[in-house]
């Protein structure tokens, strides 16, 4: 399970890091949201990975956190998200006002010439 984190942690940070290099203002944006989904995965998986544990406590046993994952990194991705999420939409309306003042959707505002 731990190799099949790392390696989409890896897909998602070359990915985003590539699409961030590239000239266009739409594929930055979607480079950054990408890098935000890796850092996401980095932190929720930093609260431990289980499977087939019981998400609480059972009634009538003591409670071992050693058999639980850690709460706090999974709200810590949860406000992440939300705040991603409110960030990407303020980026797409400021691209689509940048494109309509300058008619390109280059990073610097105009097209290279050729």
């Given at each position: 399970?731990?190799?099949?984190?790392?390696?989409?942690?890896?897909v998602?940070?070359?990915?985003?890091?590539?699409?961030l290099l590239?000239?266009?203002?739409?594929?930055?944006?979607i480079?950054?949201?990408l890098?935000?989904?890796?850092?996401?995965?980095?932190?929720?998986s930093?609260?431990?990975?289980?499977?087939?544990?019981?998400?609480?406590?059972?009634s009538?046993?003591?409670?071992?956190?050693?058999?639980?994952s850690?709460?706090?990194?999974?709200?810590?991705?949860?406000t992440?998200?939300?705040?991603?999420?409110?960030t990407?939409?303020l980026?797409?309306?400021?691209?689509?006002a940048?494109?309509?003042f300058?008619g390109?959707?280059?990073?610097?505002?105009?097209?290279?010439?050729?």
């Open positions: 399970m731990e190799a099949i984190v790392s390696l989409a942690i890896g998602l940070t070359g990915a985003g890091v590539w699409l590239r000239p266009r203002t739409f594929q930055v944006i480079g950054l949201s890098l935000s989904y890796a850092v996401n995965l980095f932190i929720f930093t609260g431990g990975l289980r499977t087939g544990a019981a998400p609480v406590l059972l009538g046993r003591f409670g071992d956190l050693a058999q639980h850690d709460p706090l990194p999974q709200a810590l991705v949860l992440a998200i939300v705040i991603g999420f409110a990407t939409a980026f797409l309306v400021v691209l689509l940048a494109r309509g300058s390109s959707d280059h990073v610097n505002g105009r097209e290279p010439k050729r």
